[in-house]
């Protein structure tokens, strides 16, 4: 009998967990079409990052950089700007 309990929980655990990375991804790719969209109506990084409630605008600009690589293509505004030589 525990040895069923203990599957059965197991097995509730298992499915929460996979609830929550489908979540999360849910939640990530709302994030990024949102940051996109902001960035289509020219807000700044810095601007996005206080829209978000973040403090250091970097830290956005770094997780919409990782969300791109998951999510799309960059397009030539939303990639940082190249050293002038």
């Given at each position: 009998?525990?040895?069923?309990?203990?599957?059965?929980?197991?097995?509730?655990?298992?499915?929460?967990?996979?609830?929550?990375?489908q979540?999360?991804?849910?939640?990530?790719?709302?994030?990024?079409?949102?940051?996109?969209?902001?960035?289509?109506?020219?807000l700044?990084w810095?601007?996005?990052?206080?829209?978000?409630?973040?403090?250091?605008?970097?830290?956005v600009?770094?997780?919409?950089?990782?969300?791109?690589?998951?999510?799309?293509?960059?397009?030539?505004?939303?990639?940082?700007?190249?050293?002038?030589e």
């Amino acid at each position: 009998m525990r040895r069923a309990e203990r599957a059965a929980r197991r097995r509730q655990w298992r499915e929460a967990a996979q609830q929550l990375k489908q979540s999360q991804a849910e939640l990530d790719r709302a994030q990024y079409e949102l940051i996109r969209e902001m960035r289509a109506e020219n807000l700044s990084w810095p601007a996005i990052g206080r829209e978000l409630g973040e403090r250091n605008w970097e830290a956005v600009y770094q997780r919409f950089q990782r969300l791109e690589r998951r999510f799309g293509q960059a397009s030539s505004d939303e990639q940082a700007p190249e050293r002038q030589e």
